[in-house]
């Protein structure tokens, strides 16, 4: 007759948590109660194929390499946006059972030479977060042969898997509110670098501004660096030099929307009464800076839990056809809009 861990802890007058370390050879107990609970086990029959099965399906099958790739730094870089994508990826990679492995690749570097340093470190497959990259930044990353996700970009000329916020539709979204809500031609707080996720939520800008009727060249566009104080600063030379700004934007981030908010309250606009704004990605910030920002939310965690789910199924099935997975956004409305 077998015993349970539950029973022998009753029996050896320890606590459950003791047995069931001792018993899978865990860190917490002395030496002298790990041999005694696991000879106690032995003498009244414990089931040890229970552990045998507990740690085989605990095993990790692999390891997932994350490859971070800069370019400009300007966007990629220890924002929350970044760490909890990263925080969907290493939590589902947990739920898996494959370790997680992170590198950061610059476009100065040697990538086809680092790229074989990580493929050698027994990498199972590859995310590659692409924000920063051109096409062109992806030629050595086309020559692997082992499954790769690209995440947060997409190239139309590369046959690969993607997975991405759906920019577009968010940007359609903040535009189209921003019509609605102030009965004025939004104006644009354009990134100044180019981003390939910068370029869709342009495409939605212009799309809903001509699905109301209105003229695209009619937009006042300002080009601003993407962070807070970069935007900050660009926004506060334009006013300076005389610029009369329009009665709401969309911004292409929430950075740039709050370092531009800050050099407008300097120059004694009220928001929202004089200037509306609207931001996206829904970062931490907007629930802090005067007055709360509207934004458009993106599931960032989920985001990264899908890249690692859709490598998972290359790494089990390696001639599925490559796809586009497009995660939708949310508008949230706070208080920086009329």
Do not use: W
């Not at 939605?204 to 006042?220: E, P, V, W």
Request: glycine letters at 6%; proline letters at 4%.
């Amino acid at each position: 007759m077998t015993i349970t861990a539950k029973e022998l802890a009753k029996k050896l007058n320890l606590s459950e948590a003791a047995i069931s370390m001792a018993l899978n050879n865990k860190p917490g107990v002395s030496t002298a109660t790990h041999i005694r609970v696991v000879d106690a086990a032995k003498k009244y029959g414990y089931d040890f194929t229970r552990i045998t099965e507990f740690m085989e399906s605990n095993a990790t099958h692999g390891t997932i390499n994350f490859i971070i790739y800069k370019k400009n730094g300007a966007v990629v870089s220890d924002t929350p946006f970044f760490s909890q994508l990263s925080e969907g990826i290493d939590n589902e990679c947990h739920n898996c059972h494959y370790n997680l492995s992170i590198s950061y690749l610059y476009d100065h570097d040697d990538i086809e030479n680092r790229l074989n340093e990580i493929i050698d470190y027994k990498c199972s497959g590859i995310i590659l977060l692409g924000t920063e990259m051109i096409p062109a930044d992806f030629s050595p990353f086309s020559k692997l042969t082992m499954p790769l996700v690209v995440l947060d970009t997409y190239f139309d000329t590369i046959n690969c898997n993607f997975v991405l916020i759906n920019n577009s539709q968010g940007a359609f979204q903040a535009t189209s509110h921003l019509i609605k809500q102030c009965k004025n031609q939004p104006g644009y707080l354009h990134s100044s670098y180019a981003i390939g996720n910068f370029n869709e939520r342009a495409n939605g800008f212009y799309h809903a501004i001509r699905a109301n009727g209105m003229s695209t060249s009619k937009s006042l566009v300002h080009y601003l660096t993407p962070s807070m104080d970069g935007a900050y600063a660009d926004m506060n030379l334009l006013l300076d030099n005389g610029e009369e700004p329009a009665s709401c934007y969309f911004a292409d981030n929430d950075l740039i929307a709050a370092g531009a908010m800050k050099a407008f309250r300097e120059h004694g606009y009220n928001i929202p009464n004089d200037i509306s704004i609207i931001g996206f990605d829904d970062l931490p910030i907007c629930n802090y800076i005067e007055p709360m920002l509207t934004t458009i939310q993106v599931p960032k965690q989920y985001m990264g839990q899908m890249a690692v789910n859709r490598l998972i199924e290359l790494i089990h099935t390696r001639h599925s056809c490559a796809v586009k997975i497009e995660i939708a956004t949310k508008l949230i409305n706070r208080k920086s809009v009329i």
